[in-house]
């Protein structure tokens, strides 16, 4: 399809209308619904994740980068239409200065049950991580350390929210990223830790609890695969979680300090216990 000239009106940028209220992006982005990719890194994962493309929106001086990003195939097969900056603003509903937008169908949910998956040799599990941006950083972490897929509980946020997307520079489209159920063989907590402990994995509660071990006592060596059971700041992990893992791991912190933020907290442990990510043969990190 050719470059085409953008209008707000036009009906297939509809999902791209309103970025900035939230009760419609819950509808737009939700289930069954699209993932919006903004600015180049973003784009560029979302394309190397092999989602499909729906629409493309572009201002005039990134067009030629961005049609050589998408490849000769995906500009002729979905809609690149460009905008100079206030017509994508205006669009978009707030000041955007990244210069690109798409859309992409979401993808189907992966089945936790592809955690079993020898491949797949760590992961991290998330009890109660409601905020966006944390779960963002979260993904970027555990894609830039190694980490081999997400297990969020029912009530954690949706890592292909917009802003979750765009916290992580892409990074949460290329993750493995299943969810626990609220009843069934994978429900949270009980059932899903037994699950993952009976594959192979070792639950580890990050917790600052003083009966929890240091950090730098743990090793976890193959063929045991760590699972890093994380809860959101403030609470922490419920009581539930914590007497379903096996271990309870802590970061010690200065006096004074109660606690880390949760992906914080998460790059240290991934940082700590999994492999060096350019050497995956070799043992965890010696810290």
């Known amino acids: 399809m050719p470059v085409e000239r953008a209008d707000a009106t036009d009906p297939r940028l509809a999902d791209l209308v309103g970025l900035n209220d939230p009760s419609r992006r819950r509808r737009v982005e939700g289930p069954g619904g699209v993932v919006v990719a903004e600015g180049r890194w973003v784009l560029e994962h979302a394309l190397a994740a092999g989602l499909h493309l729906r629409v493309v929106l572009v201002e005039g001086r990134l067009l030629d980068a961005t049609t050589a990003l998408l490849g000769a195939e995906r500009a002729a097969a979905a809609p690149v239409l460009v905008a100079d900056r206030a017509l994508v603003e205006r669009i978009a509903g707030f000041h955007f200065h990244r210069g690109v937008l798409a859309t992409f169908d979401r993808p189907p949910p992966l089945d936790p049950d592809a955690l079993f998956d020898p491949a797949i040799t760590s992961v991290a599990v998330l009890e109660g991580v409601n905020d966006h941006e944390n779960l963002g950083a979260l993904c970027r972490h555990a894609r830039a350390l190694g980490l081999g897929a997400l297990l969020l509980d029912p009530t954690s946020a949706d890592h292909l929210y917009r802003r979750a997307i765009r916290v992580s520079m892409g990074h949460a489209l290329r993750l493995p990223v299943a969810r626990a159920t609220v009843d069934g063989p994978w429900a949270w907590p009980g059932p899903a830790l037994a699950r993952l402990a009976g594959a192979g994995y070792t639950t580890l ?4 609890g003083p009966d929890a071990e240091p950090i730098a006592a743990v090793a976890v060596a193959p063929p045991t695969r760590p699972a890093f059971v994380l809860g959101a700041e403030g609470p922490g992990l419920s009581s539930d979680a914590l007497a379903a893992t096996a271990r309870r791991v802590r970061i010690p912190l200065a006096p004074g300090a109660d606690s880390l ?24 990190r010696d810290r």
């Open 205 to 208: 509660a990050l917790t600052p």
């Open 261 to 284: 933020n949760v992906a914080t907290a998460a790059a240290l442990a991934f940082h700590r216990l999994l492999p060096d990510p350019d050497d995956t043969a070799g043992p965890p």
